[in-house]
């Protein structure tokens, strides 16, 4: 059974920085792709920026530049550097791996 968890999450000021983790239990294993998304109040789910194996990214438009998808391997967890923070980025965040996702962790951008 695998389960992810995020953390990190929590209130900030516009401009300011946040890191969310997201730590994976359970056993899994080959060539899995992670992904972070968000949901912002009265909003759809969204893909905020993903990252391969080999460290390949992608990010959604509205956050090149401000954030940055890692992962480490050996530890089995993966990071969302979140810096330059605007309230439209207020959202709930949520870990993905393939079919398993984590429960979110909140993130609250206000002055």
């Known amino acids: 059974q695998v389960q992810l968890v995020e953390s990190g999450g929590g209130s900030v000021q516009p401009g300011g920085s946040l890191r969310l983790s997201c730590a994976i239990s359970?056993?899994?294993?080959?060539?899995?792709?992670v992904a972070w998304y968000r949901q912002g109040p009265g909003q759809q789910r969204e893909s905020v920026a993903g990252i391969t194996r080999g460290g390949s990214t992608n990010y959604t438009d509205s956050v090149k530049g401000r954030f940055t998808i890692s992962r480490d391997n050996a530890k089995k967890t993966h990071y969302l550097q979140m810096n330059s923070l605007q309230p439209e980025d207020t959202a709930v965040y949520y870990c993905n791996i393939g079919p398993w996702w984590g429960r979110g962790t909140l993130v609250t951008v206000s002055p």
């Open positions: 359970g056993s899994i294993s080959g060539d899995y792709y």
